[in-house]
């Protein structure tokens, strides 16, 4: 499927909202940004108008998947569609033979029972693994993560993790309270930096407490490292109504990492990460996930994005909001 000189066709699958950015990404890496899939004739206008001012997209807006998938033949297809069409649209894809990278949640609708969800997101992996297709879910804070875990082990190797945490609150935009709400929109990528700074590790489910009302949606507990450690742990999801407009924050320890957003010499975005370890500049971290997926790496897998998604899940459980 791929364009001559193996340039990969790329399709995103909703791209007027955060999709404009990953379509973005994906043209600055060597996609070849294919198509997109919109919701009616006038957001297809209007998102290929955007498209085409921010990298010069001349390809194709879709209302079906179907004539998409069929018409186009992309390799690569990036699920950014609303959460409840997640898992149908990443099926399809996946059934057309294409790789898949899907926006978090990975499979959410609010309803459905965690063991519904999951036995769902499990059919995805193996419908990928049976394929030998490359499936990943798109949370750019496990590639934070690893970032992080590098500065510690390279600043600060004498000092033992005994506690992390993590917030990540954005602006409240006239959206009424709900920390389910809240939680699912930015909980997946706190449990994904907390996965990448410990590879392996466990939830001590009896040590959860949860604290949901409003905006405000935290889950406090123990994380169980590979190596038998215990992590005090707390993560915290909110919005803000003012200023700071975002707050991204991972503190190890008592050692603050403020995630902050700045232009590198050629005015594209990129991460810069402030701490009393250092200040480190860095590509933003979605433009690096997309760059390891290019080059046929998921950098949240299956087996993790399953666990990402189980945590969600249960940490709703406990807070009885499920």
Request: with cysteine; net charge negative; glycine share 10%.
């Amino acid at each position: 499927m791929s364009t001559q000189g193996g340039q990969k066709k790329v399709a995103v699958l909703g791209a007027s909202g955060i999709g404009r950015h990953h379509a973005n990404w994906w043209a600055l890496e060597g996609g070849d940004v294919c198509a997109f899939l919109g919701s009616s004739p006038a957001s297809i206008a209007a998102t290929r108008d955007v498209l085409a001012e921010m990298f010069g997209f001349e390809g194709r807006g879709y209302d079906s998947l179907g004539d998409l998938l069929t018409e186009e033949e992309p390799d690569i297809v990036d699920v950014c569609t609303p959460n409840a069409c997640h898992y149908a649209h990443a099926e399809e894809a996946l059934g057309a033979g294409c790789d898949v990278l899907c926006e978090k949640p990975f499979v959410y609708e609010r309803g459905v029972a965690r063991d519904e969800l999951l036995d769902k997101a499990l059919g995805l992996t193996r419908l990928a693994e049976d394929g030998d297709q490359l499936f990943g879910l798109c949370t750019q804070y496990y590639v934070t993560g690893e970032l992080i875990r590098g500065y510690w082990a390279e600043n600060a190797p004498e000092q033992a993790i005994t506690g992390v945490t993590a917030t990540l609150a954005s602006p409240f935009r006239e959206r009424p309270p709900g920390p389910v709400d809240v939680w699912v929109d930015l909980g997946p990528h706190l449990i994904a930096a907390l996965q990448a700074l410990f590879p392996g590790s466990t939830v001590d489910w009896a040590s959860v407490e949860t604290e949901f009302q409003d905006y405000l949606a935290r889950a406090t507990f123990t994380l169980k490292t590979a190596d038998g450690q215990s992590i005090h742990s707390e993560l915290t999801t909110n919005r803000t109504f003012g200023d700071p407009s975002h707050v991204r924050r991972l503190c190890i320890n008592e050692c603050p990492f403020e995630i902050q957003g700045t232009r590198d010499a050629d005015g594209a975005f990129c991460s810069k990460i402030v701490s009393p370890l250092g200040t480190f500049i860095e590509s933003d971290s979605l433009r690096l996930l997309v760059r390891r997926f290019l080059g046929g790496e998921a950098a949240v897998g299956p087996s993790t994005a399953l666990a990402n998604l189980d945590r969600m899940l249960r940490f709703i459980e406990v807070a009885g909001l499920a």
